[in-house]
């Protein structure tokens, strides 16, 4: 399916979408605590519905309502063999050291650009932990066989973070004594105090040691027979509109919480940093267009926002700069390429020096056609950047925004966006 969207002005509020990564990780929490866990606000994006699968094909019983899902689990109770990750990078690393605390074996399989993505450090740790791993040539398809032992080890946190989540989780609720996850050189630090806040809300409260070694103590857990969690409206999704707003009108987005520990809160950041026009009030952020500053940041602990950033520095006066381009390679699409790409098609000058992306503003966008790479990040950023543009901008495969965003139609129509979709 191709977007279509037309240049001009754009006002309008929107609600953000629920976090599909305080879903998933909550989807993971619900599974091993023994008890009942009401998810307030779900998500419903594809990354979303393939953590609920993953739980079900795990043994926790799921009950879908208008405005909340119900998870009844008695723990880790594999009922298939087998599990389906979707495309989500996040649910395989989160769920592997789960399903490996089984002494069933269990094979971790995937679609799309899934199949691409590394999944190397599973092969160092999960053996170190007495797991068997079977088939494994550092991406999924692959088998494992537990049941994991929760030992005291050092990984390497350069990567990812989503590796020491998926061991967070799994530790959390298996260890007997007291043990320790050691750390080199982490990561994306915001997401990992995602994952300690939604373990504490089970029960389950992780002593982080400057983010250098993670103490895991049994006597310190404590279990309630339900949890009550509402899932944060989505920083990350969101900053594509607050973008929009900056570059091309004005638009309001209702439902985040500004005191979050999403990473992708550091667009407020980036915002300011520019000179844009933002206003927080009555839990709304409004950002209007005005003229832009030029930035220059660090997006290593938040590269999902670094397509809405580019987009941003593209409209910036001067040269603006953005390190962390080491982060991108390994997304849905090699996100370093695809931005340039962007860029590219959009007749905006770059550069590219070691880690950083070097963006002249100051000029036009031009209409154009630009591959998504079936990268639904890809495809927003793409499509804010057409308000921008001297004409029309087609942007191919626009339906991978239901990755994460399933509704990011219905807000292009709530903020008066000129558009059209047509099949391939």
Known sequence: MQLVVN?????????????????????????????????????????????????????????????SIIVHSGGLSPVTD????????????????IAALSEQPIRIDGKGSLLQRPMNELGHILPELGVHVRGFIGKVPFEVQGPLQARSIKIDGYVSSQYLSGLLFAY???????????????????????????????????????YKEFYIRPASFFDEAQVDITIEGDWSSAAIFLVAGAIAGEVTVAGLNVTSVQADKFILRLLEDAGADVCIEDGKIRCRRSILKPIETDLRDCPDIFPAAAILASCCEEESYLSGLHRLWHKESNRAESIAEMLLQFDVFFSIEDDMLCIAGEKPLWGCYIDSYN??????????????????????NAEAVNKSYPGFFDALDALGVEYYLKND
């Open 82 to 97: 087998n599990i389906f990750c979707g495309e989500s990078g996040l649910s395989t690393r989160l769920f592997t050291p």
């Open 375 to 396: 990268d639904h990040r890809i495809v927003m950023a793409a499509a804010i950047g057409a308000l921008r543009a001297d004409s029309r901008v087609m942007i191919d």
């Open 172 to 210: 959390c609720f298996s260890a007997k004594e007291d043990v320790v996850i050691t750390v080199d050189e982490l990561r994306s630090k915001p997401y990992v105090d995602m994952t300690l806040q939604v373990l504490e809300r089970f029960g389950r409260p992780v002593i982080n040691q400057d």
């Open 7 to 67: 240049p001009g002005e754009i006002k309008g509020t929107i609600k953000a979408v629920p976090s599909k990564s305080m879903m998933q990780r909550v989807c993971a929490a619900a599974l091993l605590h023994k008890g009942t866990t009401v998810i307030h606000n779900p998500g419903v994006s594809e990354d979303d519905k393939a953590a609920l699968g993953i739980i079900q094909q795990l043994g926790a019983r799921v009950i879908e309502q208008e405005a």
